[in-house]
């Protein structure tokens, strides 16, 4: 069965600062991960993903996300937060065998503080 | 902006009522879903069109009635909804097949409240 962790429910973090929002998963095969961001009254937004190659990924808005197949985590990053970027984010996993819904976490909201 | 359109943006209903929601993408996707969000929650997986063709359905109450009238609109009909029911209605979309690399374009959904 295919799972994923988003073990904080809230991040803050001071403008300027880096980011850092916290995913792990667990799959039988190999993953597709997957960040979303959603902001209040908003759907979910497309960030990045990782299918395979690069380690390193680059999204939108700054952010990346270094995957980790020992450690089974995607966390997100950016290295200077900024205020609008507080909202709600989700990291979401796909097996890549067969056919798996995409599952998401329990989504983790950023604070950005000035 | 977001290329996944959903209207209504706000519903209120009764218990009793027949409403229906609407979706439109026109990215030539060929995957397009229905999901329900609560508040603070992650999305659910209600239902999964595929090229038309209902493909999934997540064991929903049949108070709720999905319909894919062509490729690029989704319609999610509803009828003798609870107060339970009240969420975030969310429509996305693919480029191809559900079990693919490809990321989900999510509207910005129908907020639904059930009285």
């Known amino acids: 069965a295919q799972s994923v962790a988003q073990p904080e429910d809230q991040v803050n973090v001071a403008e300027g600062n880096p980011l850092t929002v916290k995913c792990t998963y667990s799959?039988?095969?190999?993953?597709?991960l997957f960040w979303y961001v959603q902001y209040p009254n908003r759907g979910l937004q497309f960030l990045l993903k990782?299918?395979?190659?690069?380690?390193l990924v680059k999204g939108s808005y700054g952010f990346e996300a270094e995957f980790n197949k020992s450690q089974t985590s995607f966390h997100l990053k950016k290295p200077s937060a900024l205020v609008s970027d507080s909202a709600l984010y989700f990291c979401?996993?796909?097996?890549?065998?067969?056919?798996?819904?995409?599952?998401f976490g329990a989504g983790t909201r950023l604070a950005v503080h000035p | 902006d977001t290329e996944v359109t959903q209207t209504p943006k706000h519903l209120v209903m009764g218990m009793t009522n027949k409403k229906s929601l609407k979706c439109e993408q026109h990215?030539?996707?060929?995957?397009m879903y229905w999901y329900k969000q609560k508040a603070k929650k992650p999305p659910e997986l209600m239902f999964v069109?595929?090229?038309?063709?209902?493909?999934i359905n997540e064991s929903v109450p049949s108070r709720f009635s999905p319909e894919c009238p062509n490729s690029s609109l989704l319609n999610l009909h509803l009828h003798a909804l609870q107060p339970e029911d009240s969420a975030l209605y969310l429509c996305?979309?693919?480029?191809?097949?559900?079990?693919?690399?490809?990321?989900?374009?999510f509207g910005n959904g129908t907020r639904l409240t059930v009285t």
């Open positions: 799959v039988s095969g190999n993953p597709y």
């Open positions: 069109y595929s090229y038309e063709k209902l493909s």
């Open positions: 990215m030539g996707h060929r995957a």
């Open positions: 979401a996993v796909r097996d890549s065998g067969g056919y798996n819904k995409l599952i």
């Open positions: 990782y299918i395979t190659g690069d380690n």
């Open positions: 996305a979309s693919s480029q191809d097949a559900p079990n693919s690399r490809s990321p989900l374009h």
